[in-house]
């Protein structure tokens, strides 16, 4: 038997967060008539996400529209103009309170061991955090995602197919004749891990988005980005799913964006 889908926590989304997402999501849908008809087209889609685990009359809580407008658009009988989708948009985003959603499930399972395939096996939970990362990359161009774990590659798929980017994976072993950037992560003296990225998917070219599952003390996600500065891109984006402790900061900085935090790993209840 398999286990139920993972828990979404809303919130109450304020008013000048939606109209600050609305105007980043404005970037990239109101360039032109056909980003414009995907704005309208993805809005009833992630109404429909939500309508999953949501009543109407919730949903109008939320968006501040009527619960037979939204049953409407969740019907296909009318879809949104781009202004209202846009909106709309904003304000299902702003309801999903991703960084509970996220420690809530990493409490459940009660494991110091992270597998955050075992939240993201949801199709409806990777696309959810692949919307809510499009807020991130609005306005800044973007042609490669360079993923540093598997765990994270559904959310990085539907990003990138929304975004227009290939993605790259950081791989953790080689295959001769091909050649790569690598680098060496020292995690204990009988623990070193070799990342290997491929050297022709990545160039002077690209404009990068690393996107990786956990950030504890930072060294993969250093090396992910020494590997992006070894090829010479522009390290537009980096974000990590999960950040636990503060040990990460002094490797990576302030740059490097998370959507969950924990002061430490999951061992109890979640602190609110």
Do not use: H
Request: glycine share 4%; aromatic share 8%.
């Amino acid at each position: 038997m398999s286990s139920p889908a993972p828990e979404v926590v809303f919130k109450a989304p304020e008013a000048s967060s939606v109209r600050r997402l609305s105007e980043r999501l404005k970037m990239i849908f109101a360039v032109d008539k056909y980003s414009s008809l995907r704005a309208r087209l993805l809005s009833i889609e992630l109404l429909k996400l939500l309508k999953k685990r949501l009543t109407y009359k919730q949903l109008s809580e939320l968006t501040g529209l009527s619960p037979s407008i939204l049953c409407r658009y969740v019907k296909g009988f009318i879809v949104p103009m781009t202004g209202q989708s846009l909106l709309l948009m904003a304000s299902l985003l702003e309801s999903i309170d991703i960084d509970r959603t996220i420690r809530n499930f990493m409490y459940k399972e009660k494991s110091i061991t992270i597998d955050l395939s075992r939240l993201f096996k949801d199709p409806d939970l990777s696309k959810l955090v692949s919307f809510i990362l499009l807020g991130e990359f609005a306005g800044r161009k973007v042609n490669e995602i360079l993923v540093g774990s598997s765990a994270v590659l559904p959310v990085a798929a539907y990003l990138a197919s929304e975004i227009g980017s290939d993605i790259v994976m950081a791989k953790r072993s080689k295959y001769v004749g091909v050649s790569y950037y690598e680098e060496v992560i020292v995690r204990s003296a009988r623990d070193v891990e070799t990342i290997y990225v491929d050297r022709d998917l990545i160039s002077k070219r690209d404009y990068v988005a690393i996107i990786t599952d956990l950030m504890i003390a930072g060294k993969t996600m250093r090396a992910l980005m020494n590997i992006v500065s070894k090829a010479k891109a522009e390290l537009v984006n980096a974000i990590a799913i999960v950040a636990i402790g503060s040990d990460w900061r002094k490797r990576v900085g302030s740059q490097v964006k998370y959507l969950s935090y924990l002061d430490r790993l999951p061992t109890g209840p979640p602190t609110l």
